[in-house]
């Protein structure tokens, strides 16, 4: 017998059977076939199933299952994100470097010269793919620097839903490839939780690094949330790096989602982390560049400037800024100078135009499988302006910087072709990105001017942008990505995600600007702000404030009530070249109260200029607070080094519980940080022997006497710190099985971090090696049975805990 659809409600009636309601994700007023989630609530109510249930299948009818479609026409969207990059640096932009594959995007669509980041990579990266402000976003800063704070915590709220969720559960394919930096740090190890990794935020696909940079020859790679390790292709060890890596994965996975479903879209994020430090590149780009910026950054500057003006890429009347007093002019440097800062400019020159191949290549793979006339595509280049972070003179390894110290120049004149390498981890001077930030003041972290915050942004799709080569110059922001991104799909922006409230969208389209250069844009007002550099931008005029310490120095904050403003008429002042602020005071005090009022409304308070204090880590959940002892057992690897035992300035020791098989072994037993610096214990020769790697430019090894017998032993270094501040030296006693066999001495260490992305193992090195005596992974052939960290506890002064902090602050920020 048929039940009756009208009873078949869910109620029971005497014999008949209880019919719950089928859930079944529909828009409201759609057919239940439609297929489009295209709602205000993400995921969209569930409706009433519209079958018929009977006893048994034969007397029932099915409904349909909901396959979730992407509204009619559709396009697929790919978003390009390079890092720290300036306005005068891309060839398409009049920089010296030829970068054809964005000239020829360019030329299939529209260049934007007046678009805007937030100076810093965390921050953009979260109102890029959030569509808010950074604060709004709970981003101010790095997620490394993150406090309690509102605005600051480092952890994207989910009343913030990422455009990659929202497309995704509109009928988009999703994922991620590269660069990662907006997961708080201590999250990223196995324990997580992964809330705030790509997979909870839309990407059903993640592939790529997490934190500020990457290695390029030997990086700590994820898929989806597991370690995983880069495997050149046989015969490329010396030339592949990991540009050229994240586009074969991209690629290979734009085959695959085409291959699948042809006729879905497909959102991808593409965010190689080039041309962020190190500037690793292969020798056969580097040769491409010789000798062409021996005439220095001053040259440069006045070069492209004109470059960009007969490109049309900045108005005939702008005018150049000068050089701050605080970068010194080219020909004051020595020739030895020189040389190590053209060799570092060369280096990066190469980075840009092989980042500029490989994101080519994945146009021309979304172009060679038809779909290129439907696919968006935002190549923004840069996230910041270009990093004033390698020094007044250049580095061979940022971190020694980063870690509060100086380099010994003649160490990087003696190693200049090893520039680039996998031996060397370099940033170019300062000059060089002030060159590359032209015709603007100033670069990244320095939110208050426009060499920290404007950015080249090219958009492309040939399907609905006609003006092919044309320029836009109305107002835009990051966050205003999104919402174009939404309207172009013709997707609604929701106001409940995955069961959250969301914030509005604080972002605007930029889809009216394709059709009309001339249409004025919608964004009249946006603040600016980064460690107290700020900035608020208000229908033509703009107000700035450079505030504090410079962005490459160590030193901490200033007094806010001591700050400088300046004054500025954007419409007729494309640089920022003439300050206004005494002929129009009244002006100035307007955009002064207008800053305060947008930074309440955005989370933008309290204003903190703070290094020392917001690199305590007691300001930030930690996985090991506390701890002074831990056990490792087999297979422990990959750990972050923020979750792994902080052995420096302080007395510990390192044991581990090993089986020698018959024949011998070797590998390594333990090893933190990489070839910027870190240390290993491991077995060579038979031998155990422990080597301390002090950026790499100071090597200390302590060697056993005797090879080891087959059978369990116990590797045993007890390090004696000397104490009286820090990065001092200690004694290195080595023992087996309680007898020591070999002593020496470490003369210095490393204060601060090791490293901004090497990490913890046992039983190998991944990564790049800690010492030049094996080759990673260089994996232990024996049996680990464990591992044991002992902390002694150190009782340093307030003036080295201070030192410490603004260690750590520093080599953070750089991220």
């Not at 270094?717 to 290195?732: I, N, S, W």
């Amino acid at each position: 017998m048929r039940i009756p659809q009208p009873f078949a409600t869910g109620a029971l009636f005497g014999w008949l059977i209880v019919v719950p309601l089928v859930p079944y994700a529909r828009a409201a007023g759609k057919p239940e076939d439609s297929g489009t989630a295209n709602s205000p609530v993400l995921p969209p109510p569930a409706t009433e199933f519209r079958g018929q249930i009977g006893r048994t299948y034969k007397d029932s009818t099915p409904g349909k299952f909901p396959v979730v479609k992407a509204p009619a026409e559709a396009p697929n969207v790919l978003i390009v994100l390079i890092d720290d990059s300036g306005f005068g640096q891309w060839g398409t932009f009049g920089g010296q470097v030829p970068t054809p594959n964005l000239d020829k995007l360019a030329a299939s669509g529209l260049k934007y010269n007046r678009f805007h980041t937030t100076a810093l990579c965390s921050p953009t990266r979260a109102a890029l793919l959030t569509g808010r402000n950074h604060h709004s976003a709970a981003t101010g800063n790095i997620t490394e620097l993150g406090s309690s704070y509102p605005g600051y915590t480092g952890q994207i709220p989910k009343s913030c839903a990422m455009v990659s969720e929202i497309v995704r559960q509109n009928g988009y394919s999703t994922a991620f490839f590269g660069k990662n930096h907006n997961i708080a740090d201590w999250e990223t190890s196995v324990s997580g939780p992964y809330d705030r990794w790509p997979g909870l935020q839309g990407f059903d696909h993640f592939y790529g690094f997490v934190g500020g940079e990457s290695n390029q020859w030997q990086p700590a790679l994820y898929d989806g949330n597991t370690p995983v390790e880069m495997e050149p292709p046989k015969g490329r060890e010396a030339d592949y790096t990991l540009n050229e890596h994240l586009a074969d994965k991209a690629i290979d996975y734009l085959h695959q989602q085409k291959s699948v479903t042809p006729d879905r879209p497909f959102f991808v994020y593409y965010a190689p982390g080039a041309t962020h430090a190190p500037h690793h590149v292969p020798k056969s780009w580097l040769a491409k560049f010789k000798g062409q910026f021996d005439r220095g950054w001053d040259v440069y500057r006045e070069e492209t400037f004109a470059r960009q003006k007969q490109l049309g890429v900045i108005p005939a009347e702008t005018k150049l800024t000068p050089r701050p007093k605080e970068i010194p002019a080219w020909d004051t440097l020595t020739v030895a100078q020189k040389q190590v800062a053209a060799r570092l400019m060369e280096a990066f020159a190469a980075y840009t135009a092989q980042t500029d191949q490989e994101v080519g290549r994945v146009i021309d793979a979304i172009e060679e499988m038809g779909q290129r006339e439907n696919t968006l595509i935002f190549w923004e280049v840069g996230d910041n302006g270009s990093s004033m972070e390698g020094s007044l003179y250049g580095l061979f390894n940022e971190m020694v910087g980063l870690g509060g110290e100086k380099e010994d120049p003649a160490y990087i004149h003696a190693h200049l072709d090893e520039v680039g390498g996998p031996k060397s981890y370099n940033h170019f001077p300062v000059g060089w990105a002030w060159a590359m930030n032209t015709p603007f003041q100033w670069g990244k972290q320095v939110a208050s001017h426009l060499g920290g915050v404007r950015n080249p942004l090219v958009i492309s799709w040939p399907n609905r942008i006609k003006d092919k080569g044309g320029v836009r110059s109305q107002f835009h922001h990051v966050i205003d990505l999104a919402p174009t991104i939404l309207e172009a799909a013709g997707i609604r922006e929701p106001a409940e995600v995955n069961g959250v409230t969301q914030k509005p969208i604080e972002g605007v389209s930029m889809a009216y600007s394709f059709a009309d250069s001339k249409a004025k844009s919608p964004r009249q007002t946006q603040y600016f702000e980064m460690f107290g550099n700020r900035a608020i931008y208000d229908k033509g005029w703009i107000a700035t404030c450079r505030h504090g310490r410079l962005p490459w120095e160590n030193s901490g904050g200033s007094d806010f009530t001591k700050d400088e403003w300046q004054l500025y008429h954007l419409d007729d002042d494309f640089s920022e070249a003439n300050d206004l602020a005494a002929k129009h005071p009244q002006q100035l005090r307007d955009l002064q109260d207008l800053f305060w009022v947008e930074a309440a409304k955005y989370n933008v308070l309290p204003l903190d200029d703070r290094f020392i204090e917001r690199a305590d880590p007691a300001m930030r959940p930690s996985l090991i607070a506390g701890r002074t002892q831990f056990l490792y057992f087999p297979g422990a690897r990959r750990i972050p080094e923020s979750s792994s035992p902080n052995i420096k300035n302080k007395s510990h020791s390192i044991t581990a519980q090993v089986v020698i098989p018959e024949g011998g072994a070797s590998g390594t037993l333990v090893a933190a940080g990489g070839v910027v610096g870190g240390y290993s214990l491991f077995i060579k020769e038979g031998k155990p022997v422990y080597e301390y790697n002090r950026f790499t430019q100071d090597r200390y090894k302590v060697t056993g006497s005797e090879r080891l017998a087959p059978g369990k032993h116990a590797i045993r270094v007890e390090f004696k710190y000397d104490g009286g501040g820090l990065g001092k030296g200690g004694v290195v006693t080595l023992h087996v099985d309680a007898k020591k066999v070999a002593e020496g001495r470490v003369e210095k260490t490393i204060s601060g971090r090791f490293s901004a992305d090497e990490t913890f193992d046992t039983g190998l090195d991944t990564g790049s090696p800690v010492s030049d005596a094996y080759e990673s992974p260089f994996k232990f052939t024996g049996t680990i049975q464990r591992v044991e960290i002992e902390l002694g506890n150190e009782n340093l002064s307030q003036t080295d805990i201070e030192r410490l902090r603004r260690v750590e602050s520093t080599r953070r920020n750089s991220d």
